[in-house]
Antibody, heavy 121, light 110 residues
Framework: QVQLVESGGGLVKAGGSLRLSCAVS????????TRWIRQAPGKGLEWIAF??????????YYSDSVKGRFTISRDDARKSVFLQLNSLRDDDTAIYYC????????????WGQGTQVTVSS | QSGLSQPPSASGTPGRSVTISCSGR????????VSWYQQFPGTAPKPLIF???QRPSGVPDRFSASKSGTSASLSISGLQSEDEADYYC???????????FGGGTKLTVL
């Protein structure tokens, strides 16, 4: 059974930092890419970061809204993905979800339950 | 960043069918497969469709999807009250090097 568990969210002041974690189990993590997607209160889904599988060079992409402030990384031995959030702003307030997908096989992706990040000004 | 376009709301009566549209560009829907997600209030999105028209195991065959050119659609037949949820489409965008999502469609079962 595939499971993704996010942690690390919380309340932080504007300009502060947080480090989110996503622990993955139930699949061969090295074959999967992972992305972070967030959802602001009452809003839709927004992709913000991607990290490829080791086999595809761990390529990294960011959305323009977080580029230069957020950093994605992965630890394949720990089957985990991380998102370092720096220079947080009010509009970063959202639920942050991690999602993983097989790098080459057509299949559905898997999502965690999300972790809440609240930025206060 | 540009996203995909979905109607903000849709509705249907129990037992009938409803279709939700999703419009994009060549760089996203026109060149890549589309995924659809179902989200209930307070819960994480659930994958409903991948590869433009494939259902994960466990998703009822009342849910179907298709893609043509730069548009995609999700159809739900035999509507049930438990289908009331928000539905999102998504696709990789070659120009943005990232995923784009539709704004979401809130489905009401009357």
């Amino acid at each position: 059974q595939v499971q993704l568990v996010e942690s690390g969210g919380g309340l932080v002041k504007a300009g502060g930092s947080l480090r989110l974690s996503c622990a993955v189990s139930g699949l061969n993590f090295r074959d999967y890419y992972t992305r972070w997607i967030r959802q602001a209160p009452g809003k839709g889904l927004e992709w913000i970061a991607f990290i490829g599988s080791p086999g595809l060079g761990k390529t990294i992409y960011y959305s323009d809204s977080v580029k230069g402030r957020f950093t994605i990384s992965r630890d394949d031995a720990r089957k985990s993905v991380f998102l370092q959030l720096n220079s947080l702003r009010d509009d970063d307030t959202a639920i942050y979800y991690c999602s993983t997908h097989h790098s080459t096989l057509p299949s559905e992706d898997h999502w965690g339950q999300g972790t809440q990040v609240t930025v206060s000004s | 960043q540009s996203g995909l376009s979905q109607p903000p709301s849709a509705s249907g009566t129990p037992g009938r069918s409803v279709t939700i549209s999703c419009s994009g560009r060549y760089s996203n829907i026109g060149s890549n497969s589309v995924s659809w997600y179902q989200q209930f209030p307070g819960t994480a999105p659930k994958p409903l469709i991948f590869g433009s028209d494939q259902r994960p195991s466990g998703v009822p065959d009342r849910f179907s999807a298709s893609k043509s050119g730069t548009s995609a659609s999700l159809s739900i037949s035999g509507l049930q009250s438990e289908d009331e949820a928000d539905y999102y489409c998504s696709a990789w965008d070659d120009s943005l090097n990232g995923w784009v999502f539709g704004g979401g469609t809130k489905l009401t079962v009357l």
